[in-house]
């Protein structure tokens, strides 16, 4: 991983996010796009593949900041001179998400929006005290944990206000507990995926929470958007982890969790997963933890089609047979993915769809789990393939944003959509979104794949490519539109784990009704009753 000082634009005055300020993750780790795509992209889209590079960051224009000398001056007594910066250098790192249109409008050379300012708290007083200068001089605050919401989740959105700041909590980066006997730790909201795996580690515990966003996203992020990990069959989404917050709202403190379960009335500690930061700062997670692995199996396999497929993970599911991560990609995500052998080890086995399996635990848990799921998947169709392509896919599982990177600067639009819903529901909901994006983005590939498995239902993931055109963002805001209205349609949810953000936020209606609506705006009122925190995000 790059250091801080390399991540972002020089001149910043304070440390800057880990990631690109104009891309995904590490400038390092980014590839260029191999002959195999190039040919794809130039049969399928018609798109040359040559690389076309953006602004650089002293290019960029930012609109001017609107925070006041005396405001800094204010913030600077509340978190410290050195935890304050109104500096383009700081602002522009900070500028929004990492979202396909993220990126496009970083490639902007038009005037960009950016937070007024940036401060980073140490504590929950320091960020008590900013929140009430906020509410006092109103200015909106965006907490900011690892920068990657794909769902405008961090856009600076003053909401009437006089200005924005963003709330960077990567100060709150400690161990506070760890209670081997409970198995159970504390930990704070500004710890990303791979500081807290190495915290525990050095005790011999681990999480195990790996979604795509693990290198760089917050555990304070992963509660406010109800993230789920990869390793969601065994582990359960990031929510099912969480046995404890601590939360700054405007109207004071919290501390939600007191026991393992409780039927002191409906459960608080759920109005503040997936409130992406517009109720209160959460600053520390009370979390399930597990001793260290001790063995890891993995296997792949080849269905003959995604009905197929979905039928056999379905039987894996419901038996309970244990697997830590189970996963299906439907026939066009296969056939790109035998195309980059770095993804699937260049198993020529494959066709039709890939399933992945890992399993791990203790060695006779292991044994077990996977001669249950092996077993069930060999009576519901599926051929094994070996473990190679599993390996393959955990080695790279953290990089495809990487790719859609390059994709962009060679002239092709890139961008993902989840959704989920009941097993019977899902090949209508799969057909509904895949023939939306299509009629939206004519001669676009649309892949899919089930990447969450559940007793009752799964997720489904949608990666679409086609070429940027010549108003990229016009063009996928339609899509975008076309799909969300067919996934309401056919009865998915708007969102299974990128979270509401400003980009979800027309259909909440349609997903909780409008009591629902009213039920969160007026718990918003209670607790932000100045409308401090992110505005416009989550609560129509």
Known sequence: MASETQAGPAGAALPLPPMKWDAWGDPALAKELSADIKGLLAAALGVTGDATPGPAADEIVLHPSRITADDLKALAAAVGETNVSAADADRLPRAGGKSTPDLLRRRSRDPQDAPDAVVLPGDEQEIAAVLALCAERRIAAVPFGGGTSVVGGLDPERGGLTAVISLDLRRLDRLHDLDE???????????????????????????????????????????????????????????????????????????????PASAAGPDLRELFLGSEGTLGVITAVRLRVHPLPAVKAYEAWSLPDFATGS?????????????TVIRLSDEAETMVNLATTEQ?????????????????GTAEQVATRHRLTRDTLLAAGATSVGEA????????????????????SAGALCETLETAASWSRLPQLRTAVTEALTTALPGALVLCH???????????????????????????????????????????????????????????????????????????????PAGILNPGKLIP
């Open 181 to 259: 006997t409970s198995g159970e730790a504390v930990l704070g909201a500004g710890l990303t995926g791979p500081a807290a795996e190495a915290l525990l580690a050095e005790r011999g515990y681990e999480l195990g929470h790996y979604p795509q966003s693990f290198r760089y996203a917050t555990l304070g992020g992963f509660a406010a958007t109800r993230s789920s990990g990869q390793d969601s069959a065994g582990h359960g989404r990031f929510d099912e982890m969480v046995r404890g917050l601590r939360v700054v709202t405007p109207a004071g403190v919290l501390d939600l969790g007191r026991a």
């Open 311 to 323: 039928a056999a993970l379905r039987a894996v599911e419901q038996a309970g047979t244990g697997p």
């Open 344 to 360: 699937i080890g260049g198993a020529p086995a494959i066709t039709g769809c890939l399933a992945v399996t890992v399993f791990e």
């Open 389 to 408: 392509p599993a390996r393959a896919w955990e080695h790279g599982r953290f990089n495809a944003p990487y790719l859609r990177d390059s994709l962009l």
């Open 450 to 528: 089930i990447s969450h498995v559940y007793p009752t239902g799964a997720s489904l993931y949608f990666t679409v490519v086609a070429a940027l055109g010549e108003d990229p963002l016009t063009r996928w805001a339609a899509a975008k539109r076309a799909a969300g209205d067919a996934i309401v349609t056919a009865g998915g949810t708007i969102t299974h784990h990128h979270a509401v953000g400003a980009d979800h936020r027309p259909w909440m209606s349609d997903e909780i009704g409008e009591l629902g609506v009213r039920i969160l705006r007026a718990v918003k009122a209670e607790l932000d």
